[in-house]
């Protein structure tokens, strides 16, 4: 089964490059997998996967970080994002948000398909995250979204990444490890070196095995 790993920076990924020995670039490239780095955000991304995403993958692996809205779950976390939403696509009417699909122009929500029953996806929560332009940063915007779409995590990715793998029918996974909890911007709380070791480790185990 050939992979291609997706992944926003080099950083969230730098231990799983360093261990497979590779050469830093944009693109990566090995007998089992591909890497690709895209550059942050869901334009990015998009651009990213239109130029390297084809049929000659079977599965889509995206990793990296993630805000959790869930404060119940511990910094370092790794989650498996089953159900991802842009949420911000659609218009504001007096005070009421209406996504896309009300509007007739489309659809904001992704799953991400796949029949894996590998053993390392077992033990991972399965939750929803949502895909954002702005991080959220205000108790205000925080409740607005919670009340509005419910999410446990936000990247700026993650449903670029299904969309493209919708779109052309290849089987995705993502796979995020939470580095800090959505709440007014508060760095010094955050775990991203943690975040990132475990996600590392996961996907190295995961790599490994496939």
């Known amino acids: ?13 730098a231990i799983l490059i360093e261990h497979f020995h590779l050469a830093e670039d944009e693109f990566m490239q090995t007998e089992a997998f591909d890497i690709l780095i895209t550059g942050v ?4 991304t998009a651009f ?3 130029k390297y995403l084809s049929a000659s993958y079977q599965l889509v692996l995206n990793l990296g970080i993630a805000g959790s809205f869930d404060p119940g779950i511990p910094l ?5 994002i089953v159900t991802d939403d842009f949420s911000e ?13 009300n ?21 991972l929560p399965k939750v929803k995250g949502i895909t954002v332009n702005t991080a959220h940063g205000t108790q205000q915007s925080i409740q607005e979204i919670r009340n509005r779409l419910n999410p446990v995590t936000e990247s700026m990715e993650g449903a670029a990444v299904l969309y493209c793998c919708e779109k052309e029918g290849i089987a995705c996974l993502q796979i995020r490890s939470i580095s ?4 007014p911007r ?10 990132i070791k475990n996600l590392n480790e996961w996907a190295i185990g995961f790599l490994t095995n496939s």
């Open 186 to 195: 508060n760095k010094e709380s955050w775990k991203i070196g943690l975040a």
């Open 48 to 50: 990213a996967m239109g």
């Open 1 to 13: 089964m050939k992979i291609l790993l997706v992944a926003a920076t080099k950083a969230e990924i």
């Open 41 to 44: 955000g869901m334009t990015a």
């Open 180 to 183: 800090n909890y959505v709440e």
């Open 76 to 80: 370092g976390s790794v989650l498996n």
């Open 89 to 101: 696509l659609g218009a504001e009417d007096k005070g009421t948000f209406l996504p896309i699909e």
């Open 103 to 123: 509007l007739g122009f489309g659809k904001s929500s992704f799953q991400a398909l796949n029949n894996l029953l590998h053993p390392s996806l077992s033990g």
